[in-house]
């Protein structure tokens, strides 16, 4: 569920606050870009740990390798 204060639905609105250190990611809305630096960043807060950053991201290993492989990671 989204929920919003007006009508237009802003990135607030969606994203997910993280209590790790935030780095600005001007990726616009590039979903690949997103996805991408999203991989990148939790491979870096999990030390390149795989099954960690998998389990952090909501994948199995086999398809974090397939994402990794995908975007050169």
Do not use: H, W
């Not at 939790?42 to 960690?52: P, Y």
């Not at 952090?56 to 974090?64: K, P, Q, V, Y």
Request: net charge positive; glycine share 6%.
């Amino acid at each position: 569920m989204i929920l919003c204060q007006g009508k237009t639905l802003m990135p607030k609105d969606v994203f997910v606050k993280s209590n790790a250190s935030a780095e600005k990611l001007d990726t616009g809305f590039n979903l690949e870009d997103m996805e991408r630096n999203m991989i990148a960043q939790a491979l870096k807060q999990c030390n390149g740990n795989i099954t960690d950053a998998a389990r952090e991201l909501g994948l199995s290993r086999a398809a974090l390798y397939r994402r990794m492989e995908k975007y050169n990671l």
